[in-house]
């Protein structure tokens, strides 16, 4: 199972990959040139990336290949530049490469061919590059919505997936809280004690599937996709092109968790 992603920072493909490993509370990574060098400033120390001593591009792009089990480049085209220099240094290393081109792969296809490569060479670390914002404007959500199609398709079928349906409750129809805090007193009301606690044990890193597997379960209890005043509130203050729904219900999966940690999490007396 894929246990961390890594990326160089850049904008685009690189900084969706760390976005969306962050948003899944997924482990995340990598080497940036010094200077967190990027091509719309620095980036921000948010991103757990490491520092290198040199300020060239080259020099992390080889060290994110040989830290990592495998590298996928994503692009609409050819390789160019960066992408073609990281699909030569991939060789070069005898580390596994894939290269999607989304000219010729919708997003659907490009998730199963992904899915497949982790598969197969068994990648637990995964290092993702391709274009640049400027480059292609559109490879930020291309990148990341692939992405999440993979995990969850991993989800699908898995263990996790029957275990967490089974917590979902059986509500009845409310009025749809709106602020982010009423919508997690409105959840954990639903729930019955065994269930909360189970939460509130649940690992960090499997919180994602939670967010998989309640998905539908959120949108309909708290209304988050019908238009109301709880994804308005929630989205104050972020980005309004990069900020969604599904992010919506991760930060309440995270608030969540995070209250029922407090309340029904296991006290260790010493």
């Known amino acids: 199972m894929l246990r961390k992603i890594i990326s160089g920072g850049q904008t685009g493909a690189d900084r969706a990959a760390i976005d969306l490993a962050i ?10 040139s010094k200077g967190r060098k990027t091509e719309s400033g620095p980036l921000p120390l948010k991103y757990k990336l490491r520092e290198m001593n040199t300020y060239d ?8 290949i040989i830290d990592s089990h495998g590298t996928v480049i994503l692009s609409r085209g050819r390789l160019s530049s ?6 030569s240094f991939s060789k070069v290393a005898g ?9 010729n ?40 919505s692939i992405l999440e199609a993979v995990l969850y ?6 263990t996790h997936e029957e275990k967490i349906n089974a917590l979902i409750p059986d509500a009845g129809k409310m009025a749809f809280p709106k602020t982010k805090e009423e919508a997690v007193e409105l ?8 269930t909360k606690t ?53 930060e309440i999966v995270k608030s969540l968790k995070q209250d029922l940690e407090i309340h029904y999490g296991l006290k260790v007396i010493k």
């Open 23 to 32: 948003k899944l509370s997924i482990p995340h990574g990598g080497w940036i």
């Open 57 to 64: 591009y080259p020099s992390r792009t080889k060290q994110n």
């Open 82 to 87: 960066g992408s073609a220099l990281t699909k």
């Open 95 to 103: 580390k596994p490469n894939c290269h999607i081109d989304l000219l």
């Open 105 to 144: 792969n919708d997003s659907f296809e490009a998730a199963m061919i992904l899915q497949s490569f982790i598969l197969e060479n068994q990648i637990e670390i995964l290092n993702v590059a391709g274009s640049r914002a400027s480059h292609d404007p559109g490879i930020y959500f291309d990148v990341k």
């Open 153 to 158: 398709m991993m989800f699908l079928g898995s």
């Open 187 to 194: 959840i954990v009301k639903d729930l019955p004690h065994k």
């Open 198 to 250: 189970i939460i509130a044990r649940l690992p960090e890193a499997q919180i994602q599937y939670l967010y998989f597997g309640w998905m539908d379960y959120l949108k309909q209890r708290i209304g988050l996709d019908s238009g109301g005043e709880l994804f308005a509130r929630m989205s104050r203050g972020k980005d309004s092109i990069t900020f969604t729904i599904e992010d919506g219900v991760m």
